[in-house]
T-cell receptor, first 111, second 112 residues
Framework: GQQVMQIPQYQHVQEGEDFTTYCNSS?????IQWYKQRPGGHPVFLIQ?????EVKKQKRLTFQFGEAKKNSSLHITATQTTDVGTYFC???????????FGKGTRLHILP | DAGVIQSPRHEVTEMGQEVTLRCKPI?????LFWYRQTMMRGLELLIY????????DSGMPEDRFSAKMPNASFSTLKIQPSEPRDSAVYFC??????????FGSGTRLTVV
């Protein structure tokens, strides 16, 4: 079945440093979504990428979708304490609305 | 818009008891998902509905779990009988076909 792998599992960075998390799917995806979950909270939708090679930006966050539509990345420039949380990618195949989540990358910011 | 509403927020029950979790999706959303989250297994998709019809329940762990969506504004996830290994946070999420799902605040279930 469809699997979505995400690395790294944990990341500690100094405030102001950059951060990147990577997502890989075992199958070609119709789209990829990114979510953020704060400690004790629920996942919150950030963005969806649909097109091969697509790049989208939200302030300090840059999202990329691979040419083969099997991988994606989220890059945060100059991290801030408000970026703390777990970032999930979630992939959807071509057949249905089901989205499969990666295990997430937990970002911890060192002051 | 009140978002996706789940109840209860917390549930503590004894092993063997029946547990019912409730979800009210956002009006107009045609897809509804139930997820379970644990530290060990992450976010697991249990079942999802499209237009109130169960489409894929392959993630339901076993026959003790059942889910219903009698109408567009309500869904339940039932565990009977509950076991300690069912302890987790259960999320309901809704959306419009395959675009950015909205999660509820979750139900933290503890089975003792």
């Amino acid at each position: 079945g469809q699997q979505v792998m995400q690395i790294p599992q944990y990341q500690h960075v100094q405030e102001g440093e950059d951060f990147t998390t990577y997502c890989n799917s075992s199958t070609t995806l119709s789209n990829i979504q990114w979510y953020k979950q704060r400690p004790g909270g629920h996942p919150v939708f950030l963005i969806q990428l649909v097109k091969s090679g697509e790049v989208k930006k939200q302030k300090r966050l840059t999202f990329q979708f691979g040419e083969a539509k099997k991988n994606s990345s989220l890059h945060i420039t100059a991290t801030q304490t408000t970026d703390v949380g777990t970032y999930f990618c979630a992939g959807s195949g071509n057949r249905d609305d089901k989205i499969i989540f990666g295990k997430g990358t937990r970002l911890h910011i060192l002051p | 818009d009140a978002g996706v509403i789940q109840s209860p927020r917390h549930e503590v029950t004894e092993m063997g008891q029946e547990v019912t979790l409730r979800c009210k999706p956002i009006s107009g959303h045609n897809s509804l998902f139930w997820y379970r989250q644990t530290m060990m297994r992450g976010l697991e998709l249990l079942i999802y509905f499209n237009n109130n019809v169960p489409i894929d329940d392959s993630g339901m762990p076993e026959d003790r779990f059942s889910a219903k969506m009698p109408n567009a504004s309500f869904s339940t996830l039932k565990i009977q009988p509950s076991e300690p290994r069912d302890s987790a946070v259960y999320f309901c999420a809704s959306g419009v076909s395959n675009y950015g799902y909205t999660f509820g605040s979750g139900t933290r279930l503890t089975v003792v």
